[in-house]
């Protein structure tokens, strides 16, 4: 496979459920983001990784918690979630250079989550 | 804190005309700027980065082109196709804190 893997790609879960999203990168890419994409809004960024180490947390309620095992794999796990929390989610990486060049993002093509 | 803004918010054109989608950002100290379209309730397809370095950038029918002093960037599609009906999304990067989107460009181009 190649580019940016995202599962599931539509999720319904109860206010009390805990899921994972999960997001894997076949680019040998270095930095890994999650972002939030509600009706009407722009893009939000939620949290960013680079070399597995978070340098980002965007004010995320703790209700969603990512983790980074390594540079290729990116998880966001969710619980006791609000309605308000239905979005799509996007998984992203790109390949940085010195924090101040990078050669694009790729993006994956998103959980469609449902709180219910 | 930097802001992207898109103009038109929406567009519908005739096949096979020429259009220029709009892109400002507050905070001239960039990086880089990306142009993505988004189909309904897809991902993101990156279509052209253009580097603070760099005026332009093309791509078959599109041409990107960046005043980072104005902050002003503009996509350009020739001889639009039913097929380009997409949102168009800008995103500029300032550094470690990751992409800033705009709301984007709803495009519809009428067969």
């Known amino acids: 496979e190649t580019g940016v893997t995202q599962t599931p790609r539509h999720l319904v879960m109860g206010m009390t459920n805990k899921k994972s999203l999960k997001c894997e990168q076949h680019l040998g890419h270095n930095a890994m983001y999650w972002y939030k994409q509600s009706a009407k809004k722009p893009l939000e960024l939620m949290f960013v990784y680079n070399f597995k180490e978070q340098t980002e947390n965007n004010s995320v309620p703790s209700r969603f918690s990512p983790e980074c095992p390594n540079s290729s794999h990116l998880f966001l796990h969710l619980h006791t979630l609000q309605p308000e929390d239905s979005a799509l989610y996007l998984c992203a990486s790109s390949q940085e250079r010195e924090g101040r060049y990078h050669y694009g993002y790729t993006f994956g093509s998103g959980t469609r989550l449902t709180v219910v | ?111």
Do not use: M
């Open chain 2, 1 to 111: 804190k930097q802001e992207v803004t898109q103009i038109p918010a929406a567009l519908s054109v005739p096949e096979g005309e020429n259009l220029v989608l709009n892109c400002s950002f507050t905070d001239s100290a960039i990086y880089n700027l990306q142009w993505f379209r988004q189909d309904p309730g897809k991902g993101l397809t990156s279509l052209l980065l253009i580097q603070s370095s760099q005026r332009e950038q093309t791509s078959g029918r599109l041409n990107a082109s960046l005043d980072k002093s104005s902050g002003r960037s503009t996509l350009y599609i020739a001889a639009s196709q039913p097929g380009d009906s997409a949102t168009y999304l800008c995103a500029v990067w300032g550094g470690a804190d990751g992409l800033t989107f705009g709301k984007g460009t709803h495009l519809i181009i009428q067969p």
